[in-house]
């Protein structure tokens, strides 16, 4: 089967992925109630009951809102770093102990024949992370929530089929916002959030050949525009790499999930 994953939903009010190569299906992050969890993966055939494993990027709020009680009502493993639980702990719940995993940054998961790999990212979090997903040839990397795109995680996620990459603000646009200036000032530092443009200049820095699709993700709803985001990053791959023109750029929502999109191996496109 390959991966295949979909974009249950993303933005500033809460985030979560499901990625699935047909042996395991794997949720990263629970930015939602329970409830609505439930009505999100409905909308992919996707019942919580199937999932395996639940992968934490990080103890915002955003991220895991929903993680303790999903997590108890299904009875499913949650994996995060160290200093990631002791912010955990605090935050949701009780979780019984065999279903409290650590993974520490670096560290490599394998599901059959998927391995899921974690790496360190920017952000103002006790110990964020990315994933990257791997089966043969494969690879999906998810990326939110970083002030800035170190030479490090270019390194991890160059090379994916797809992306989902954080283009959270349109830098005019928060500038002027109603936000306090000590909150933009956190946004736009070194361990805040990927403006429009910078993930731009990014993906230019980390895509290749195989880079087919590129999933604009955790937009701000008031400091942001769906076609202000694509805009601007395909402004800047069409000036830096005009020849790239297998790349789609797609949309994710705060209110709904994206289809499923499905890798595809170098045998599959002949």
């Given at each position: 089967?390959?991966?295949?994953?979909?974009?249950?939903?993303?933005?500033?009010?809460?985030?979560?992925?499901?990625?699935?190569?047909?042996e395991a299906k794997i949720l990263?992050?629970?930015?939602?109630?329970?409830?609505?969890?439930?009505q999100l993966m409905k909308e992919?055939?996707?019942?919580?009951?199937?999932?395996?494993?639940?992968?934490?990027?990080?103890?915002?709020?955003?991220?895991?809102?929903?993680?303790?009680?999903?997590?108890?009502?299904?009875?499913?493993?949650?994996?995060?770093?160290?200093?990631?639980?002791?912010?955990?702990?605090?935050?949701?719940?009780?979780?019984?102990?065999?279903?409290?995993?650590?993974?520490?940054?670096?560290?490599?998961?394998?599901?059959?024949?998927?391995?899921?790999?974690?790496?360190?990212?920017?952000?103002?979090?006790?110990?964020?992370?990315?994933?990257?997903?791997?089966?043969?040839?494969?690879?999906?990397?998810?990326?939110?929530?970083?002030?800035?795109?170190?030479?490090?995680?270019?390194?991890?996620?160059?090379?994916?089929?797809?992306?989902?990459?954080?283009?959270?603000?349109?830098?005019?646009?928060?500038?002027?916002?109603?936000?306090?200036?000590?909150?933009?000032?956190?946004?736009?530092?070194?361990?805040?959030?990927?403006?429009?443009?910078?993930?731009?200049?990014?993906?230019?820095?980390?895509?290749?050949?195989?880079?087919?699709?590129?999933?604009?993700?955790?937009?701000?709803?008031?400091?942001?525009?769906?076609?202000?985001?694509?805009?601007?990053?395909?402004?800047?791959?069409?000036?830096?790499?005009?020849?790239?023109?297998?790349?789609?750029?797609?949309?994710?929502?705060?209110?709904?999930?994206?289809?499923?999109?499905?890798?595809?191996?170098?045998?599959?496109?002949?």
């Amino acid at each position: 089967m390959g991966i295949r994953f979909t974009v249950l939903s993303s933005g500033s009010t809460g985030n979560a992925t499901v990625v699935d190569n047909g042996e395991a299906k794997i949720l990263i992050d629970v930015g939602f109630s329970a409830k609505r969890m439930e009505q999100l993966m409905k909308e992919r055939d996707l019942a919580p009951s199937s999932l395996d494993a639940i992968v934490v990027t990080h103890e915002h709020s955003d991220h895991i809102k929903g993680l303790g009680p999903l997590a108890r009502k299904y009875n499913l493993p949650i994996y995060a770093n160290e200093k990631t639980w002791e912010e955990l702990n605090r935050q949701i719940g009780e979780i019984a102990d065999e279903n409290k995993r650590v993974l520490e940054t670096g560290g490599m998961l394998e599901f059959g024949a998927m391995r899921v790999e974690s790496f360190g990212i920017s952000h103002d979090a006790a110990e964020p992370v990315g994933y990257c997903f791997y089966e043969g040839e494969q690879k999906l990397s998810v990326v939110t929530d970083l002030g800035y795109m170190s030479e490090k995680v270019k390194e991890k996620i160059t090379d994916s089929d797809a992306l989902v990459l954080e283009t959270n603000h349109d830098v005019d646009m928060l500038r002027v916002g109603h936000y306090p200036w000590s909150i933009k000032r956190r946004i736009l530092g070194d361990k805040g959030h990927l403006s429009n443009e910078t993930a731009g200049e990014a993906l230019c820095d980390v895509m290749t050949s195989k880079t087919r699709s590129v999933y604009m993700a955790h937009l701000s709803r008031d400091h942001n525009l769906m076609d202000l985001a694509r805009l601007t990053v395909n402004n800047i791959v069409q000036e830096r790499a005009p020849e790239a023109t297998q790349l789609r750029l797609r949309d994710t929502y705060f209110d709904r999930s994206t289809k499923w999109d499905v890798l595809q191996s170098d045998s599959d496109s002949e």
